[in-house]
């Protein structure tokens, strides 16, 4: 890895990414005020980090340490309630968003499990739960289906940036070809993620199985 300094930018990224992410979701999915809007948007952007904290036993977590985390998450939640009106005419921007918070966060995850000493394959693991972890936890609170769950890639990208990370970290990659690599690796998820966007990939499922069909057709 190129250094904590690079990995603290990209994990401030990822948050103000998600909590766009989050708010812009609240508006869409849920009648909720000044209050939900922020809130989901604080959530969505610090959940993940959260529970990677508490099971590498750091606590308490990063987002409530340093005070730019909680800032940085609500400042994009309110930019969000002053100008979702307008952002929501932007339709992929959500999932734009959602695919940029889960490659950074993936990536400074695992990041964070190699500096408390967690080994390659848990490392990887929490740095899946960081990328998925707050939008999970949003989904629940607004009564979807989580993203993770429902099709798509997702979890996958999370661990294919994950594990570059984790590789490049073992192999002593700092850069490749100039860029630090995690950002190659960030960059790497979010490709595959926005990829199975476009082109509607979804995560392999069992041969029997199908994508169920709208409610009342069983």
Not at 5 to 22: H, I, K, Q, R, Y
Not at 141 to 161: D, E, H, K, T, W
Not at 188 to 209: E, K, N, T, Y
Request: aromatic share 6%; hydrophobic share 55%; net charge neutral.
């Amino acid at each position: 890895m190129s250094g904590p300094s690079v990995l603290f930018v990209l994990d401030l990224a990822g948050t103000f990414a998600f909590a766009l992410n989050g708010a812009l979701t609240a508006l869409r999915a849920a009648r909720v005020d000044i209050v939900g809007v922020v809130t989901l948007g604080m959530i969505t952007a610090v959940g993940g980090g959260a529970i990677r904290d508490v099971l590498l036993g750091a606590v308490p977590p990063a987002a409530f340490m340093d005070w730019r985390y909680l800032t940085v998450a609500a400042g994009g939640g309110l930019i969000v309630f002053w100008l979702g009106s307008r952002l929501e005419r932007f339709s992929g921007a959500i999932d734009v968003l959602d695919a940029a918070g889960l490659a950074l966060f993936a990536v400074t995850g695992a990041g964070k499990a190699l500096e408390f000493g967690a080994g390659p394959v848990q490392a990887i693991i929490l740095g899946a739960i960081t990328g998925v972890g707050g939008g999970t936890v949003r989904d629940v609170l607004v009564q979807r289906v989580p993203s993770v769950l429902s099709g798509g890639l997702y979890a996958i990208p999370a661990l294919v940036g994950a594990a570059l990370l984790v590789a490049a970290d073992h192999g002593g990659v700092d850069a490749v070809l100039g860029v630090p690599a995690a950002l190659c690796a960030a960059a790497v998820c979010f490709l595959i993620r926005v990829a199975g966007l476009r082109f509607g990939w979804d995560a392999p499922r069992p041969p029997s199985s199908g994508r169920p069909g709208p409610p009342g057709d069983n």
